[in-house]
């Protein structure tokens, strides 16, 4: 029988070499695969493969491993024979002290473990026997172990069956041998095709995993880019709107600002500035009395007979011009423009804001005027002044006004009415008012309406 394994083995590991492509851990797998399976033929062809293989290659752990799972698929065999269990001890034994040289104590101490429940002794050396736990207790006289001479003898007698057969009857049984090593080839060659399938399959299943991954992770990131696109155009829409609406706002602001100072321009050209902000602020002015203060009137001569030997627009072209030039005088001497009412012209001195020299300025604005009309062709004009308290304030609600009323403005008037054309007419009052850069000469007397007589001095400045 030894001699019938020896040759079975011969003729298997030619096979199982070549199935030894896929490397010794899927073999090792594969044949663990094959003991749980309970197919302990096939196991034990090949893991003596493995050990051929492994005694070929000189690799120890490969060698060590073949012994190990040969002694598990015989020892586990309740089929297997007491040479064949004597076999799968000293196989194990062989592991064990194989794997003691490998250092692996731990697959050690489990070999010695199993020898321990089979045998009762814990020796991994070869002549330590293990016992067969497997054979029923009623065949055995004394005790469970048997002893080396025993097997000895059985191993003899299965030895005496070798040699009896005939040649025939060998043929037959390596015949039957090799089909059953084909259909155990077969169905290890279907074993690692079903294994290989398998990982495969696994592979394919982590490919399509990874792939819905990324199919996920790129939808994710194609989410968050519009989501992230939305809000860009969004804020770039609301920026625009913004930008938009400010420059609207912009506009109209510029607009207002304008407007308000057109408006303002045009509010002070009408009043007095003073006036024209406590106007803007409290929405209306209070009148006030101003008790030193110069009137002035100028009226120009033959104004009539001018306006109907022009025409309409060059007449009113020229009172313009010479409206405009009193304005620049008025302004260059502080005094403020009360009004023009048809060709004449009034304003005061000492209004809104007081002056010392209130007299004086109106005096030196006349004269300038008279000096302008001096080299006017088309006017000339009587001036008048008179100096005294007069009340300001604004009159008119859609048309605002700012005028000054009080006998004051009716002696001037007077005054400019009783004077002569080219000089300056003032009284008494103004007069005593003027310093001596002025010469005031004496014109007599006149009778003011509703006033009574009032006396006028033409004045001129000294030399």
Not at 289 to 315: I, K, N, T
Not at 319 to 338: M, N, S, V, Y
Request: with cysteine; hydrophobic share 45%; aromatic share 6%.
């Amino acid at each position: 029988m030894r001699h019938f394994l020896i040759l079975c083995g011969l003729l298997i590991s030619p096979g199982v070499f070549a199935q030894e492509s896929d490397g010794y851990a899927d073999q090792v797998n594969a044949i663990e695969l094959l003991i749980r399976n309970k197919r302990y033929a096939v196991a034990r062809a090949q893991a003596e493969a493995l050990i051929a293989s492994g005694t070929e290659a000189q690799l120890e752990t490969v060698i060590a491993r073949g012994n190990y799972l040969l002694g598990i698929a015989l020892l586990d065999d309740a089929t297997s024979a007491a040479a064949d269990r004597v076999r799968g001890i000293r196989a194990l034994q062989a592991a064990a002290r194989e794997f003691k040289v490998l250092g692996e104590e731990d697959t050690v101490r489990d070999i010695v473990a199993r020898l321990q429940q089979l045998t009762g002794s814990a020796s991994i050396e070869e002549e330590a026997l293990p016992s067969d736990r497997m054979v029923p207790p009623d065949t055995v006289a004394s005790a469970t172990e048997i002893t080396a001479a025993t097997l000895s003898a059985i191993v003899a007698v299965q030895d005496a069956k070798i040699d009896s057969l005939t040649g025939s009857q060998v043929r037959q049984l390596l015949e039957l041998e090799r089909q059953r090593r084909q259909l155990d080839d077969y169905a290890f060659r279907t074993l690692n095709d079903s294994i290989l399938l398998l990982q495969q399959e696994r592979q394919l299943d982590q490919r399509e995993a990874e792939i819905t991954r990324e199919r996920l992770r790129r939808n994710l990131l194609l989410v968050l880019a519009g989501a992230f696109v939305l809000i860009l155009i969004s804020l770039y829409s609301r920026y625009r709107s913004s930008q938009r609406y400010r420059a609207r706002l912009e506009r109209q602001n510029q607009i207002i600002s304008e407007e308000r100072k057109r408006s303002d321009n045009l509010l002070r050209n009408i009043l007095p500035a003073p006036v024209a902000e406590e106007l803007k602020e409290t929405g209306k002015a209070t009148a006030r009395r101003f008790d030193s203060v110069a009137v002035l009137f100028a009226d120009f001569q033959g104004f009539s007979r001018l306006a109907g030997s022009l025409e309409p627009v060059e007449l009113v072209d020229l009172l313009d011009e010479a409206f405009r030039a009193f304005d620049e005088i008025i302004i260059r001497h502080g005094l403020e423009k009360i009004k023009t009412i048809g060709d004449a012209y009034m304003c005061v001195s000492g209004l809104p804001v007081a002056h010392d020299d209130y007299g004086a300025r109106a005096v030196r604005a006349a004269l300038d005027m008279q000096s302008y009309l001096a080299s006017n062709p088309h006017f000339k004009a009587r001036v008048g002044i008179h100096a005294g308290p007069v009340v300001a304030g604004v009159v008119g609600q859609e048309k605002f006004a700012y005028d000054v009323w009080g006998d004051t403005v009716n002696q001037a008037a007077r005054l400019e009415a009783a004077g002569e054309v080219g000089r300056v007419a003032i009284s008494t009052t103004v007069r005593d008012l003027l310093g001596p850069e002025f010469t005031c000469t004496p014109a007599g007397t006149f009778e003011a309406k509703n006033i009574g007589t009032m006396d006028r001095y033409f004045v001129t400045k000294s030399k």
